[in-house]
């Protein structure tokens, strides 16, 4: 059996001029311990992430204490937005090839990232990884694997920062899922719109 822990980033600062930089507000660099505390000492062989500082920073501290580097891949990285974003939430649920003007579809975020999976899946057959990523990146994660998964369970973790999942595979078969942490941070409130 592999497994997999996917790490959503802690709270960012918001507004930040770029989403790529976006670091994490203070509040959200004193959760990166929900990260250390929920795994405690599940074995980890080795450790992937988005190339978003938000992401990076969420997870830097239980790798560091691991003693793992962290791996960063820039398919990994959340949803690029367009205009007005936040309007179009529930018709990209309905339809994964539809994005706003400016925007990236459903669809190109779960084929990038579950592109990355499939190839860790193969390279760690039988380990544990953990991966840092993001809310919507996570959301297509999950949809892949259980088409189930739809905009209202992208909502009820949206303000969970972080947020910690396990999944568990056989081969490439999904075999099982289980939620770990599940906080109501929420974003800053001078925040837009929450992209992940």
Not at 63 to 88: F, M, N, P
Not at 92 to 121: P, T, Y
Request: glycine residues 6%.
């Amino acid at each position: 059996m592999t497994t997999i822990y996917f790490v959503r980033h802690a709270q960012p600062v918001s507004p930040w001029v770029a989403d790529r930089t976006k670091p994490l507000t203070p509040q959200g660099l004193a959760d990166r311990q929900a990260v250390i505390d929920t795994l405690g000492d599940a074995p980890i062989d080795a450790v992937y992430c988005s190339t978003y500082t938000r992401s990076i920073e969420t997870i830097a501290a239980f790798a560091q204490a691991r003693g793992l580097d962290i791996a960063t891949d820039e398919r990994l990285r959340e949803r690029k937005s367009g205009t007005d974003s936040w309007a179009h939430l529930e018709r990209r649920w309905k339809d994964f090839s539809h994005s706003e003007d400016f925007g990236e579809c459903m669809r190109s975020v779960q084929n990038r990232n579950i592109q990355v999976i499939r190839a860790l899946l193969d390279k760690h057959n039988g380990q544990s990884l953990l991966i840092g990523t993001h809310g919507t990146a996570l959301s297509t994660i999950l949809h892949y694997y259980d088409p189930s998964f739809g905009c209202d369970d992208f909502l009820r973790f949206l303000n969970s920062l972080p947020y910690i999942i396990r999944l568990d595979f056989d081969g490439q078969t999904c075999t099982g899922k289980e939620e770990l942490y599940h906080n109501d941070r929420g974003y800053t409130a001078h925040s837009s719109v929450p992209r992940g």
